[in-house]
């Protein structure tokens, strides 16, 4: 069964880059600069998630700690989507990744689907059938996570949280609209327009 509203942890380029990713070509004018991302680990369907889920997870990225890492793509290539990637083997990524799924299995959040797929970012999700090809790198230090709910089919991303990576090898920041009590989520919403 596909998922309605997969969760995600992922990181987003900052609008130098997301400028610099929407000039190219091959990249889907249709689709909002800001829904441009790096999936980190895919969580599970919100959609189908029991209601303690969402703020148990939340709780288990307040106390992740992580420093800042890069990423840098160079090339472009198709497979299903057009997808910025690199052949470089982004070991403070995946080791990122690897970070982030101990601790989230640690702090016994919920995990279903829990794949950390290899870093990229997909420009057009219909695919263009041309030839991979190299193009100069586009990168950025990641320097926040952020826990968005994918709506699918509508273009829109929901945010429940986002966390500065510190140097210090700590998280700050906080969820969107979470109350001590836990009594309310409230949603950010980043909506194609």
């Not at 987003?12 to 441009?36: F, H, S, T, Y």
């Not at 799924?101 to 057009?124: F, Q, S, W």
């Not at 140097?167 to 949603?187: F, M, N, V, Y």
């Amino acid at each position: 069964m596909r998922a309605r509203n997969p969760l995600y942890v992922m990181a987003k380029p900052p609008p130098e880059v997301q400028a610099a990713i929407a000039a190219l070509p091959r990249n889907d004018p249709g689709r909002g600069p800001e829904l441009l991302h790096v999936t980190l680990i895919s969580l599970y369907d919100l959609h189908r998630a029991p209601p303690e889920w969402l703020p148990a997870t939340i709780a288990a990225l307040g106390s992740f700690a992580a420093a800042p890492f890069p990423l840098r793509f160079d090339r472009i290539e198709n497979r299903k989507a057009v997808t910025l990637r690199t052949r470089d083997p982004l070991a403070e990524a995946r080791a990122f990744q690897k970070a982030l799924v101990d601790h989230l299995l640690r702090e016994k959040a919920p995990i279903m689907d829990g794949t950390t797929p290899e870093p990229h970012i997909t420009i057009n999700y219909r695919g263009d059938r041309l030839n991979a090809q190299k193009m100069p790198p586009i990168g950025w230090t990641v320097d926040e996570i952020i826990l968005t709910e994918s709506i699918v089919g509508k273009t829109t991303h929901v945010e429940h949280g986002r966390w500065r990576l510190r140097g210090g090898g700590g998280l700050t920041g906080a969820a969107l609209g979470w109350k001590a009590d836990g009594a309310s989520l409230q949603r950010g919403y980043v909506q194609e327009s």
